[in-house]
């Protein structure tokens, strides 16, 4: 298939779509003919612009907090409206905190969880209601669910159960035709991976042959959408450079 046709005539929300991955996604996609909405805390003209000039052919930003329940149905229902479909959703908004455990609180907690974990099952389960056969979800987790670094356990926690989340939807997903997998990207140029503390400090040495580009990440969630991935469903692949084999 002419990948440059692999999304034509479909319609992907990619939350966390104006920066970092989610930026990366949304012009992937777009440049295989998707219509993109960009699903975002802060929407702005420059990711917008930047969408449209990959070569989607509609853009729509929509200010979405994913741990707001009420703004991810708006998200949903504004995007049934304007294009009057849903094909793709890549759950890639994600929030990071840096503490000790003894120092995490439940507000932290609740704060990461909301974000990393329930934002995503607020938007499958919109997907599960709206998404005809042949939909395609893709869930950003990390490789911190598999193995992590000091001061993260909240983060390490909500991306494990997101990849828990990813085998339930899968297995809910088979009979309406939807497939659901996950990615685990490992370290990635984007403001996240430098501003990390533990990178800052050293205690995290990563080598630059182990730092991939957003665009990495998002040619494996391209795929993963696409019908060329119709016949994986559940799965959970690292995206990190061969990384986690490492540690």
Same mark, same amino acid.
């Given at each position: 298939?002419?990948?440059?046709?692999?999304?034509?005539?479909?319609?992907?929300?990619?939350?966390?779509?104006?920066?970092?991955?989610?930026?990366?996604?949304?012009?992937?996609?777009?440049?295989?003919?998707?219509?993109?909405?960009?699903?975002?805390?802060?929407?702005?003209?420059?990711?917008?612009?930047a969408v449209?000039?990959a070569?989607?052919?509609?853009?729509?930003?929509?200010a979405?907090?994913?741990?707001?329940?009420?703004? $991810?149905?708006?998200?949903?229902?504004?995007?049934?409206?304007?294009?009057?479909?849903l094909? $793709?959703?890549?759950?890639?908004?994600?929030?990071?905190?840096?503490?000790?455990?003894?120092?995490?609180?439940?507000?932290?907690? &609740?704060?990461? &969880?909301?974000?990393?974990? &329930?934002?995503?099952f607020?938007?499958?389960?919109?997907?599960?209601?709206?998404?005809?056969?042949?939909g395609?979800?893709v869930?950003?987790?990390?490789?911190?669910?598999?193995?992590?670094?000091?001061? $993260?356990?909240?983060?390490?926690?909500?991306?494990?159960?997101?990849?828990?989340?990813?085998?339930s939807?899968?297995?809910?997903?088979?009979?309406k035709?939807?497939?659901?997998?996950?990615?685990?990207?490992?370290?990635?140029?984007?403001?996240?991976?430098?501003?990390?503390?533990?990178?800052?400090?050293?205690?995290e040495?990563?080598?630059?042959?182990?730092?991939g580009?957003?665009?990495?990440?998002?040619?494996?969630?391209?795929y993963?959408?696409?019908?060329?991935?119709?016949?994986?469903?559940?799965?959970?692949?690292? $995206?990190?450079?061969?990384?986690?084999?490492?540690?």
């Open positions: 298939m002419d990948a440059e046709k692999r999304f034509r005539g479909k319609v992907a929300i990619v939350t966390g779509g104006a920066s970092g991955i989610g930026l990366a996604t949304a012009k992937r996609l777009g440049a295989e003919s998707a219509s993109i909405v960009i699903a975002d805390l802060h929407p702005n003209d420059a990711a917008k612009d449209q000039k070569g989607a052919p509609e853009v729509w930003a929509s979405c907090d994913v741990a707001q329940e009420a703004q $991810v149905e708006a998200t949903v229902a504004g995007a049934m409206e304007r294009y009057g479909r094909d $793709v959703i890549v759950n890639n908004a994600g929030l990071m905190i840096f503490k000790p455990i003894q120092d995490h609180s439940g507000a932290d907690w &609740l704060r990461i &969880l909301s974000v990393d974990l &329930l934002g995503a607020y938007f499958i389960r919109q997907a599960f209601r709206v998404m005809k056969t042949g395609a979800i869930n950003v987790s990390s490789v911190h669910a598999v193995e992590t670094t000091p001061l $993260v356990a909240s983060y390490a926690a909500a991306k494990a159960a997101l990849l828990s989340l990813t085998r939807a899968a297995l809910e997903g088979k009979p035709g939807i497939r659901v997998n996950a990615i685990l990207p490992g370290a990635v140029d984007t403001p996240m991976l430098w501003n990390n503390p533990n990178v800052k400090s050293g205690q040495t990563i080598s630059p042959a182990d730092v580009k957003p665009e990495d990440v998002a040619a494996t969630i391209a993963l959408a696409s019908d060329d991935a119709q016949f994986v469903q559940g799965a959970s692949i690292p $995206v990190d450079g061969g990384r986690l084999s490492r540690l």
